[in-house]
T-cell receptor, first 114, second 112 residues
Framework: EPEVTQTPSHQVTQMGQEVILRCVPI?????FYWYRQILGQKVEFLVS????????KSEIFDDQFSVERPDGSNFTLKIRSTKLEDSAMYFC????????????FGSGTRLTVV | QKEVEQNSGPLSVPEGAIASLNCTYS??????FFWYRQYSGKSPELIMS????GDKEDGRFTAQLNKASQYVSLLIRDSQPSDSATYLC????????????FGQGTRLTINP
């Protein structure tokens, strides 16, 4: 069964450092998303991406965040200067044109900012 | 702000019994609804989707949708210890770009 692949599975970084989280969505999917889940809290929408541009972003997705699809397969989330409160699980998700098959989530990257 | 509300639990059910999970949502325009299962430290895994009013059955799982009441539920029959997880209700919001909005999840424990 096709999968959304995320790397790394766990990243520890110092406050103020830049991190890049990587995702390889399912190959024929068209819509790409980043979500985050702070420990013990709900899964929160960060950003959606379609046709090589951001289609929507949440209030959480401020100027410290950026996304890119540099080569047609990878989908990356960059956090420019990490804060302690950025510590969370980050999930990449993708879907095909409709929602009949739902959104498929990757296994996540646990980001720990120290 | 489009909201999805779930009882966070924990919900404790004996093995073999029926577990009933409930969800309400605020966006009347939503047409697609999903139940995801999330084990601790893992990613959400899609278990059911529902689009029309009524019931949809898949194995031991039945999703129920009532758009007039803005209510979605999930029934798990013959509950097994492996069903112990957090169940996330998610609603596909169509306002601008489409996205999933999640409830806070209901933690379900099946007791052997």
């Amino acid at each position: 069964e096709p999968e959304v692949t995320q790397t790394p599975s766990h990243q520890v970084t110092q406050m103020g450092q830049e991190v890049i989280l990587r995702c390889v969505p399912i190959s024929n999917h068209l819509y790409f998303y980043w979500y985050r889940q702070i420990l013990g809290q709900k899964v929160e929408f960060l950003v959606s991406f379609y046709n090589n541009e951001i289609s929507e972003k949440s209030e959480i997705f401020d100027d410290q965040f950026s996304v890119e699809r540099p080569d047609g397969s990878n989908f990356t989330l960059k956090i420019r200067s990490t804060k302690l409160e950025d510590s969370a699980m980050y999930f990449c998700a993708s879907r095909y044109h409709g929602t009949a098959q739902g959104y498929t989530f990757g296994s996540g990257t646990r980001l720990t900012v120290v | 702000q489009k909201e999805v509300e779930q009882n966070s639990g924990p919900l404790s059910v004996p093995e073999g019994a029926i577990a009933s999970l409930n969800c309400t949502y605020s966006d009347r325009g939503s047409q697609s609804f999903f139940w995801y299962r999330q084990y601790s430290g893992k990613s959400p895994e899609l278990i059911m989707s529902i689009y029309s009013n009524g019931d949809k059955e898949d194995g031991r799982f039945t999703a129920q949708l009532n758009k007039a009441s803005q209510y979605v539920s999930l029934l798990i029959r013959d509950s097994q210890p492996s069903d112990s997880a957090t169940y996330l209700c998610a609603v596909n919001i169509i306002q601008g770009a489409q996205k999933l909005v999640f409830g806070q999840g209901t933690r379900l424990t099946i007791n052997p």
